[in-house]
């Protein structure tokens, strides 16, 4: 069983910059897949990133390319999401997931475990 906090969400404007991270406990972390969904107001939910157990792979949502970047500290059982540039559009909440499947899947149904969700709102 793994349980999954996220944190790090807010208010921002446009162009601005969060981080979020989303902090693991239960069992071991570091061989999960770890990614991140978001879902906009009357939307569906979406992938936005995912990173393998050892950080090295990633894959990123083509919206989100060259403006969010993922990473892991399997030390500290915490993933995060550096989100730059933000625009309008990345208005969501955005949740962790994570897998014991050790491929990186844009897949909801590959992840076992969801977090609550953090809201980010980027305000033009």
């Known amino acids: 069983q793994v349980q999954l906090v996220e944190s790090g969400g807010g208010l921002v404007q446009a162009g601005g910059s969060l981080r979020l991270s989303c902090a693991a406990s239960g069992r071991i972390f570091s061989f999960y897949v770890m990614g991140w969904f978001r879902q906009a107001p009357e939307k569906e939910r979406e992938f936005v990133v995912a990173i393998n157990w050892s950080g090295g792979i990633t894959e990123y949502a083509d919206s989100v390319k060259g403006r969010f970047t993922i990473s892991r500290d399997n030390a500290k059982n915490t993933v995060y999401l550096q989100m730059n540039s933000l625009k309008p559009e990345d208005t969501a909440v955005y949740y962790c997931?994570?897998?014991?499947?050790?491929?990186?899947?844009?897949?909801?149904?590959?992840?076992?475990?969801w977090g609550q969700g953090t809201q980010v709102t980027v305000s033009s």
């Open positions: 997931a994570a897998s014991r499947r050790n491929i990186i899947s844009a897949r909801e149904s590959e992840y076992a475990y």
